[in-house]
T-cell receptor, first 111, second 115 residues
Framework: EDQVTQSPEALRLQEGESSSLNCSYT??????LFWYRQDPGKGPEFLFT???AGEEKEKERLKATLTKKESFLHITAPKPEDSATYLC????????????FGQGTTLQVKP | GAVVSQHPSRVICKSGTSVKIECRSL??????MFWYRQFPKQSLMLMAT?????????EQGVEKDKFLINHASLTLSTLTVTSAHPEDSSFYIC???????????FGPGTRLTVT
């Protein structure tokens, strides 16, 4: 069964304290892996797409990496405005665009 | 670019009535639109996938007669919750994508409360 698991469920950091969020997946065929940010009461905001193992993408304090089994979202020197839920989703090669989401990691950055 | 809007952002309706939620792609033509439901502190649950001009494909366990989806144009899809009940109260989010592009762009969501 295709599955996406994110860890930890919740993460509290002090401002400036770097860390990583994990997204591990067990799928029949990966077409792409996506990272989204979701603020409370809002829709997910697209961050990154990764397609192949070894690929990395960066945006401001965020860097996403991909291996054959998992993806990491590295947050360098986070600020309070980085507080949000980060969602990982996989797009399978066998379907018509459907995404399978992980449960998300809720990040809280304290000043 | 890639902006998706939803209307209304919040709606309160009485049990037994129907409510329609609109999803629009503002600056691109969406060949496929997706409807999700999200419960508090949970991830997104896909309800259905719709392609312009064809019938929606519903996920297992989603009642197609209760959640009517119409994708009449490349920029508009609607979700109608028919004969709503309190258990239908939730956060409904749509997303849109373009053929050949894997990213889905999400709307801001609609909070439905059924009293």
């Amino acid at each position: 069964e295709d599955q996406v698991t994110q860890s930890p469920e919740a993460l509290r950091l002090q401002e400036g304290e770097s860390s990583s969020l994990n997204c591990s997946y067990t799928v029949s065929g990966l077409r792409g892996l996506f990272w989204y940010r979701q603020d409370p009461g809002k829709g997910p905001e697209f961050l990154f797409t990764l397609y192949s193992a070894g690929e990395e993408k960066e945006k401001e304090r965020l860097k996403a990496t991909l291996t054959k089994k998992e993806s990491f979202l590295h947050i360098t020197a986070p600020k309070p405005e980085d507080s949000a839920t980060y969602l990982c989703a996989v797009h399978l090669s066998s379907n018509t665009g459907k995404l399978i989401f992980g449960q998300g990691t809720t990040l809280q950055v304290k000043p | 670019g890639a902006v998706v809007s939803q209307h209304p952002s919040r709606v309160i309706c009485k049990s037994g009535t129907s409510v329609k939620i609109e999803c629009r792609s503002l600056d691109f033509q969406a060949t496929t639109m997706f409807w999700y439901r999200q419960f508090p502190k949970q991830s997104l649950m896909l309800m259905a996938t719709s392609n312009e001009g064809s019938k929606a494909t519903y996920e297992q366990g989603v009642e197609k007669d209760k959640f009517l989806i119409n994708h009449a144009s490349l920029t508009l899809s609607t979700l109608t919750v028919t004969s709503a009940h309190p258990e239908d109260s939730s956060f409904y989010i749509c997303s849109a994508s373009v053929a050949g592009v894997h990213e889905q762009y999400f709307g801001p969501g609609t909070r439905l409360t059924v009293t």
